[in-house]
């Protein structure tokens, strides 16, 4: 619950929109706040918003202060609704996000002052992972780009952080995050580190393979490797003088020190068997047993489990409330299927399974990381759930800063990796987060960007492949998408150009192809969003170039419409043309994509021709070049007035419909309404 305080009309006004915005989740507090700002501050724990000037917050909040990890966030919003500041739990209490979204509603300007924010990094305290040590000293190490490591036991898909990797042998190397040296000063640069883009994708700048698993020389996993390495006295400094601080991610329980953070990742699910009425104190003293002796830590258990005929049982549904863990049951047929190290005659007589902890562990994870270990009335089994990463394919939009989806923006800095062609990568370079490693590629070479996206997620990291306008209209989701399914993406190189995008411009100018880089799945606020294989894939939408020249004409698209490109690089001219007299008879308003290049000059004039013999001489027809970017053109004109030598690699052809009008110097196809003047 959000505490919503203000004493004033201007205030109250105010928390009334946040009220209404936020259904369920805010709760009003009248009176002087001197009497309900303590009340909400012990009764919100999800923030207070405080409609009050910052001095009269502070010197309240004063005396209530704790903790930074028990205080609740708490956002002072000033009289005129200009400005959402958070005062105190930027990052651990929530305070910075709260501000974000107090802003959003209001029309307000988010001041966020905490250190990392402002310099682009994300809060060490704010991945919404558990985390320990000395949160402080590593964030101002890095800060400073100072040298900071960063290890891990496996390669989960953190947003980018610029850190360091010092010298050490091949097999440290191999379980350092992205194993990659990073200027100490990268974070101050203006852009982030690039590299070209070659066969070596699917390795890091330091020639190490991304990913891990793999055996060394020792003979050992890398992750038994890094298990060891975990271990090191982390902070001894170099022999240069420079003090060397450090970033694990693990599960396992590691000793911190005053120059180390460790981050818990979610990677454990604890498998639970009882016996009717066991104890909550059962069930958690030999989960806790069963995790120190394992040497795991208890911060990255993410759920019990175990079969369907125990969801009920009371010492197991305590016992998760207690700990905070989702309690996940399977039907016994399916556990029973699953090969497990231990199974028991007599759970498989008791409830239909001959696994309940071993086997409900393995359900809920990717491999046994504990065997099943005993008490009297309950038995335990730990999985562990290796990291999944993730891909997002990014629409830019046409090419105007103010035209790019914030989706996409958030994406491009939830990413350790961004790949795609270099002049669209460029757009964004000042939206990276420091640290941020750009694959970066040249025109004709969509089908080697997706399978360094596909092989970068797979390999534990979170990527963003970009392009211009919308990702998946003539771009590189489908690509992408196919790889990530296991196939193979069309050979987009046959001449030089980008598959069905005949050159530098783009979505925005005329062509999603031209470099413009998703499976329908569960939708997430408009994006789609799903797994394909073992990686999470997200697709964010961007205006397209058809959208973006059609605004700029009027209303051309008003009414039904084809979109079709050109470019016969891997669709024959025979199927092209097919489908441009079919819409020519359909008489819908029809837009090219992709019209014409140097080494395709011909397809656009037959493509008029084919329309110009179901349309009148009259009907509008328009070329727009560089769609909202620098050199912007829009030719208003005629079929019959059509010339084809006004087009280029730049520019979006849209022909209307036997119906669309020009009105006042716009072009418009009507729907049809009985009170348009022309019906």
């Known amino acids: ?38 009340r909400a501050w012990h009764e919100c724990e999800d923030g207070l918003v405080c409609f009050l000037a910052a001095g009269a917050v502070i010197r309240l909040i004063a005396p209530l202060l704790a903790s930074k990890r028990t205080d609740p966030a708490v956002v002072c919003v000033d009289e005129a609704a200009r ?59 890095l800060l400073d780009g100072g040298m900071v490591i960063l290890d891990s036991d496996q390669t989960w898909p953190l947003p980018a952080l610029p850190v360091t990797r010092a010298e050490a042998p091949a097999q440290r190397a191999e379980c350092a995050f992205g194993h990659v040296l990073v200027d100490p000063n990268a974070h101050l640069a203006p852009t982030p580190r690039s590299r070209e ?3 070596d994708a699917g390795q890091s700048p330091a020639g190490g393979a991304i990913g891990g698993g793999s055996a060394g020389e020792s003979g050992k996993s890398t992750e038994e490797t890094c298990a060891e390495n975990l271990a090191e006295d982390p902070v001894q400094d170099t022999a240069e003088g420079l003090t060397r601080y450090r970033i694990l991610v693990t599960d396992r329980v590691v000793a911190a020190d005053a120059r180390t953070v460790v981050l818990r990742p979610p990677s454990l699910v604890v498998g639970v068997g009882a016996s009717k009425n066991v104890s909550r104190a059962e069930v958690l003293g030999l989960i806790d047993d069963t995790l120190a002796e394992a ?25 998760a409330r207690e700990r905070g863990w989702p309690l996940l049951t399977y039907p016994a047929a399916r556990l029973g299927v699953i090969p497990v190290p231990n199974p028991s005659a007599a759970a498989l007589a008791a409830v239909g399974t001959p696994s309940v902890a071993e086997a ?77 490693e750009v694959l970066a590629s040249d025109l004709g070479a969509e089908e080697e960007r997706a399978k360094a996206a596909v092989t970068l997620a797979r390999a534990g990291h979170a990527v963003a492949l970009v392009g211009s306008g919308d990702a998946g209209v003539y771009a590189m989701a489908s690509p992408a998408l196919l790889q990530a399914d296991g196939g193979m993406a069309d050979d987009d190189t046959a001449d030089g150009y980008p598959a069905d995008g005949d050159g530098a411009g783009g979505d925005g100018a005329g062509g999603d192809g031209a470099g413009g880089d998703g499976r329908s799945a569960d939708t997430d606020g408009g994006s789609a969003c799903g797994d394909i294989g073992d990686i999470e894939v997200v697709v964010v939408p961007g205006i397209t170039a058809s959208l973006a020249a059609a605004a700029l004409l009027g209303a051309p698209l008003g009414h039904d419409h084809a979109v079709i490109s050109l470019s016969d690089l891997h669709t024959p ?41 179901h349309r009148p001489p009259q009907t509008p027809a328009a070329i727009v070049r560089n769609a909202s970017r620098a050199g912007q053109r829009v030719v208003l004109t005629t079929v019959a007035a059509f010339d084809p030598e006004a087009v280029d ?25 009985s009170w348009q003047p022309w019906q």
């Open 1 to 38: 619950m959000i505490g919503l305080i203000a004493v004033t009309a201007a205030g109250r006004a105010a928390a009334a929109r946040l009220a209404t915005s936020w259904p369920g989740e805010t709760r009003a507090y009248d009176g002087p706040a001197a009497r309900s700002l303590p």
């Open 83 to 141: 400005f959402a500041v958070p005062l105190v739990g930027g990052h651990a209490g929530g305070a910075n996000a709260l501000a974000v979204r107090v802003a959003d509603v209001l029309g307000a300007q988010p001041v966020i002052t905490t250190a990392s924010d402002a310099a682009g990094l994300p809060g060490l305290d704010d991945l919404g992972w558990p985390v320990e040590g000395a949160i402080a000293a590593v964030t101002r190490a």
């Open 197 to 199: 883009l070659g066969s």
């Open 295 to 319: 040497g795991l830590s208890l911060a990255s258990v993410t759920a019990l489990a175990t079969v369907d005929a125990k969801a009920a049982e009371p010492g197991l549904v305590a016992a």
């Open 360 to 436: 409900a562990a393995l359900a809920g994870a990717d491999v046994l990381a504990v065997q099943k270990r005993k008490s009297a009335m309950a038995t335990v089994a730990i999985g562990r759930i290796r990291p999944r990463g993730r891909l997002a394919v990014v629409g830019l939009g046409p090419g105007a800063r103010d035209l790019l989806p914030p989706r996409a923006v958030a994406e491009l800095r939830r990413a350790s990796v961004i790949v795609g062609l270099g002049q669209y990568v460029d757009q964004v370079r000042d939206l990276l987060r420091p640290g941020t």
């Open 573 to 613: 001219w025979e199927v092209i043309e097919r489908r441009v007299r079919a819409a020519a008879e359909a008489d819908y308003v029809t837009v090219f994509y992709n019209p014409r290049s140097k080494g395709r000059h011909w397809q656009l004039g037959a493509s008029l021709a084919v329309l110009a013999a």
């Open 649 to 673: 690699m730049l520019s979006l052809v849209i022909v209307g419909a036997s119906t669309t009008r020009v009105v006042g110097g716009r072009m418009v196809t009507p729907r049809g309404y």
